[in-house]
């Protein structure tokens, strides 16, 4: 944008380079195709497992290159500039379900998710429910113990990779002796559980080439060595969970930045080849300052991302204040950016033979999916504030402060300017 990336060692530049060059060369063409036919990219898969980027973030120790989280977001970042869809595999290869496996499960679970996905599969994190987004503790989907097994019924729904993914973890409230212990998580495979069932696909506005779906349990029945197991039980680690979800939300701003990256970079080629008047528009004062703010919005937004990321090496998982400021902030910049770059297209930029229409609608989900970007700026306050908001059912309650900010003492001041207790 403004300059070249600062602070990226050696070996992640050449991981963004080799990023860039495969997304210019194989996934940009395909991408509106992908869009247009709504099929998920397999020979994308393919590609991107060729290259390394399926299970960067695994350890060696389990087949992978234990790579980082921020080489993750950069590669991420440069994939989406062409195909989000492949994008969010590539997040989703490395972030979420994943690295919940990785540091919550028995070394058992860690290698058989490891082998999947370096196999080429994309894990889906099963959590949202029709009755249950925002408010994930309100879920109803039980797994019961019976005997030697954990029966599963319930359904979730906009549930990514459905139909194609063959991981899944699972949160489910969890029932023993007919008593309700909170949520716990759950592998079940696709291909081998009996009562997993693909339900309906949503018509999505964007990232068409990735399924949407409703995701059944009946009567899915699986051993007890398929939960997560914590100290006291499989429920009670919902709280560490949820932790290993910020990565996912650093993912999901790496992704929109990718997208707000790609459509300034559209933007800037077309307003210096196209002519009205005479001469060029990017002579015109009016659409220089909105290649401006769109140029210093996406440093910004580049700076907390990676910022987040960073973070990671220090506590395990990306501070969950810091990937809640990122991804709204990221998501909501993307949102504006590709509008900006339709709009210095004009007529052009409405047409689908260009790609900032796509990126459009496909920016458009990142202000919602993996946390609304309302719910996320009531995170943020919170360790503002330093307890819970009156949002919650139980109201206030000073009893985050102290942990919270310890966490990453530096958050507050660089979010609110400084002041704040």
């Known amino acids: 944008m403004i300059g070249p990336t600062d602070g990226l060692a050696d070996e992640t530049r050449d991981l963004q380079a080799a990023a860039a060059a495969l997304a210019a060369a194989e996934l940009a063409p395909r991408a509106a195709e992908v869009d247009r036919s709504e099929s998920y990219p397999f020979e994308n898969v393919r590609l991107l497992k060729g290259a390394g980027f399926l299970g960067m973030t695994i350890p060696k120790g389990l087949g992978g290159p234990g790579r980082s989280l921020l080489d993750a977001a950069v590669v991420i970042e440069e994939i989406a500039q062409a195909c989000a869809v492949s994008a969010r595999i590539v997040v989703e290869t490395n972030m979420g379900a994943l690295l919940a496996i990785l540091r919550y499960g028995s070394p058992a679970q860690a290698a058989a998710a490891a082998a999947e996905v370096l196999a080429g599969d994309k894990p889906a994190i099963c959590i949202t429910e029709p009755g249950a987004g925002s408010a994930a503790t309100e879920m109803t989907t039980t797994a019961e113990r019976r005997g030697d097994r954990w029966v599963l019924n319930g359904k979730k729904h906009w549930i990514t990779g459905g139909g194609v993914s063959n991981l899944h973890l699972i949160f489910a409230r969890v029932i023993e002796e007919g008593r309700d212990h909170g949520i716990g998580a759950f592998i079940a495979y696709r291909d081998r559980d009996q009562g997993l069932v693909i339900g309906a696909r949503e018509p999505t506005m964007g990232l ?25 039980g499989p429920a009670r680690g919902f709280g560490r969970l949820m932790n290993a979800y910020n990565s996912q939300r650093v993912g999901a701003a790496s992704v929109a930045l990718g997208l707000g990256k790609g459509a300034y970079r559209e933007a800037l080629s077309y307003v210096q ?3 009205q008047f005479g001469r060029p528009i990017a002579e015109f004062q009016g659409l220089q300052w909105m290649l401006a703010d769109m140029a210093i919005q996406l440093s910004a937004a580049e700076g907390m991302v990676r910022r987040a990321a960073i973070g990671a090496e220090r506590l395990g998982f990306p501070d969950p204040a810091e990937a809640a400021a990122a991804k709204v902030f990221a998501s909501e910049t993307a949102v504006k950016v590709t509008n900006d770059a339709l709009q210095l297209h004009g007529a052009a930029g409405y047409s689908r033979a260009r790609p900032v229409e796509r990126m459009v609608r496909d920016a458009r989900m990142f202000t919602i999916g993996g946390g609304t970007a309302q719910v996320l700026r009531t995170q943020v306050a919170s360790r503002i504030l330093g307890r819970k908001l009156p949002q919650t059912r139980d109201g206030y309650a000073a009893d985050i402060g102290t942990a919270a900010a310890s966490a990453a003492p530096g958050f507050r001041p660089r979010i609110v300017g400084g002041g704040a207790g």
């Open 273 to 275: 080849e196209r002519e």
């Open 208 to 232: 068409r080439g990735i399924p949407e779906t409703e995701v059944i349990f009946d009567e899915l029945s699986l051993p007890l060595d398929r939960a997560l197991a914590f100290e006291g």
